[in-house]
């Protein structure tokens, strides 16, 4: 799928927006520096940079896992840097994440690692006696989304990359989220594979009409698979522009010589 096939999106109110975010860890200096970041209703945005130059850091910062030195971070509704624990489990659970190491249970099916991802409102009783008829009919609802329901059954580690992967993202949408980050969702996979994921990461977006913020570090598969891209360096952004006015020429300066140790 070629980006900015939807220019509408961004017409659309943001479901997050940071403005002027400043974080520093412990007293130290910072690692993210006035950093403004809207994301729309079913938008891709690539965020761009190398490591240490924050972009962990900010994806962090949007479920509270990151200090907020100043500025504000605003997500689905939630103040993030007032929130109370209740108020950040009820945010992590409308956040949807996918990351680079999948996260799976190995040992258990794919199917029940689907549905560990409806735990935050499964109750109780439901943990001690296992999930709902409701909840399997999704998790094999969303298994077919992603295609691989034929391995329902099969522990998630006799899996490839790419198909575990794609469990991780059925899981993700198992909480019905209103946001999608996914950090280096393609680190670990071929090139082959990695245009599959992330051209599923973008049909979400845009058929749930959620925003999905997808942290990468190659040039080419951000062009091809977002709608816009944010680039961070040494905790700045440096690019922040529609995918189709942007080259990998333009985006070459934020690679321009190596990130001093930190944060990624």
Request: proline share 5%.
């Amino acid at each position: 799928m070629t980006a900015n096939a939807e220019p509408t999106t961004a017409a659309r109110p943001p479901l997050v927006t940071v403005q002027g975010l400043k974080v520093a860890y412990d007293g130290g200096p910072l690692v993210l520096d006035g950093v403004h970041l809207e994301l729309h209703p079913g938008e891709t945005v690539a965020l761009l940079g190398s490591s240490g130059s924050g972009k962990s850091t900010l994806m962090r910062s949007l479920t509270g896992f990151a200090p907020v030195t100043s500025g504000s971070v605003h997500v689905a509704g939630y103040d993030v840097a007032n929130l109370r624990r209740g108020e950040l489990r009820r945010l992590r659970a409308d956040v949807g994440q996918v990351f680079q190491q999948f996260n799976l249970v190995g040992r258990l099916s794919v199917l029940t690692n689907v549905l560990t991802g409806a735990l935050h409102d499964a109750g109780p009783v439901n943990l001690a006696g296992g999930f709902s008829a409701a909840h399997r009919r999704r998790a094999m609802e969303l298994l077919d989304r992603v295609g691989i329901a034929y391995k329902a059954k099969e522990q998630a580690r006799s899996l490839s990359g790419g198909q575990q992967q794609r469990v991780a993202i059925a899981r993700a949408l198992m909480q019905n989220p209103k946001v999608m980050l996914a950090d280096e969702p393609v680190a670990s996979l071929d090139p082959k594979l990695s245009h599959t994921v992330l051209d599923l990461l973008q049909r979400i977006a845009r058929e749930d009409g959620i925003p999905v913020l997808v942290s990468l570090h190659v040039l080419p598969l951000a062009l091809r698979h977002s709608d816009r891209i944010v680039g961070l360096r040494h905790g700045e952004v440096l690019v922040s522009a529609p995918t189709a006015q942007l080259s990998t020429e333009q985006l070459a300066p934020l690679y321009d010589g190596d990130d001093e140790e930190g944060e990624d």
